[in-house]
């Protein structure tokens, strides 16, 4: 499939159910090569443990979420991130254009769910501050595996969908609509988490 195939399938399922999955947004060799970054490489030596709140109301919960995570900071990231960031600067534009949503930039990090670990039920939006408009989770875990579950459950209007987190795989849903978790896996559960804005970022907290 052709990369604008995929930018089409994402933005008509943004505007059909609010949630798209695009398969092989990243190809199979980009997502070896991010792998290979010594972020991955060395465990989660260079991550931090992920919070809860905003800025000063963030707290540490592990009976909520147990991920790791390390801020991607544009300007210094690696050419293997960057073939993302160029990406999603490529699906702004197209979802600008197509439906109207005035995103302006992106904030992005590795997250890395160690065995066991999960997210329970969740906003992506902060209640005082509205502008993440989009979530956009890319995947990197290849050879993923049903039983091995760490799935993302969308909480849909009168269902849930359960996604796989296989490699390349791009999840893109509100933000503000639709609450979601992330299941335990028995094994690491990698992936590229951000958010589509509709403001430019505030990099303080990279």
């Known amino acids: 499939m052709l990369f604008a195939d995929k930018l ?6 943004l505007a059909d159910n609010g949630y798209a999955v695009v398969d092989h947004f990243l190809l199979p060799d980009e997502v070896t090569t991010i792998l290979q970054l010594d972020e991955f490489q060395n465990g989660l030596l ?3 443990k992920a919070g809860i709140g905003h800025q000063q109301e963030k707290q540490i919960n592990e009976g909520i979420r147990g991920d790791y995570i ?7 990231a690696k050419p293997a991130l960057q073939v993302y960031l160029e990406k999603l600067n490529v699906l702004i534009g197209f979802v600008n254009q197509t439906l109207y949503l005035s995103l302006k930039d992106y904030e992005v990090h590795l997250t890395q769910y160690p065995p066991g670990t999960f997210y329970k039920r969740h906003l992506d939006q902060f209640k005082k501050d509205d502008h993440r408009k989009l979530s956009a989770i890319c995947y990197l875990n290849t050879n993923w595996k049903q039983e091995e579950g760490g799935q993302l459950r969308l909480y849909l209007e009168n269902e849930t969908k359960d996604v796989l987190p296989e490699a390349g795989r791009l999840v893109c849903f509100r933000s ?12 690491p559960r990698l992936s590229l988490t951000g958010w589509l804005l509709d403001q430019h970022a505030d990099l303080r907290h990279l």
């Not at 390390?70 to 210094?76: I, L």
């Open 8 to 13: 089409n399938q994402l933005a008509d399922g």
């Open 46 to 48: 260079q991550f931090k």
């Open 70 to 76: 390390q801020w991607v900071d544009r300007t210094t």
């Open 176 to 187: 503000d609509l639709l609450e979601h978790e992330v299941l335990p896996a028995s094994r």
